[in-house]
């Protein structure tokens, strides 16, 4: 059974930082392109950040210069490093994998970001 397992999300001030993490089980992470999507109330999910299985990364224009995503393939785990938060950046953070048959979700994460 595959598990995406998201962790770290929280309420933070704006200016300040956030590290998600996602954990994946039951499934060869290497193959798999990873990716972090968000979703805020009333909006469509959209992507954040992605890493493909050669660690070439790419951003949202939101996310640009802000957030970094990585990949460890020896712990089956992909993180997003998040600096100089803002409000809109509130949402349920998803962890994504994606091959070019299968794609599997994480339950999310709430990140809050408010004074």
């Known amino acids: 059974q595959v598990q995406l397992v998201e962790s770290g999300g929280g309420l933070v001030q704006p200016g300040g930082s956030l590290r998600l993490s996602c954990a994946a089980s039951g499934l060869i992470f290497s193959p798999y392109a990873m990716g972090w999507y968000r979703q805020a109330p009333g909006k469509q999910r959209e992507l954040v950040a992605s890493?493909?299985?050669?660690?070439?990364?790419n951003y949202a224009d939101s996310a640009k210069g802000r957030f970094t995503i990585s990949r460890d393939n020896a712990k089956n785990t992909v993180y997003l490093q998040m600096n100089s938060l803002k409000p809109e950046d509130t949402a349920v953070y998803y962890c994504n994998a994606n091959s070019l048959t299968l794609t599997y979700w994480g339950q999310g994460t709430q990140v809050t970001v408010s004074s």
């Open positions: 890493a493909t299985t050669s660690g070439r990364t």
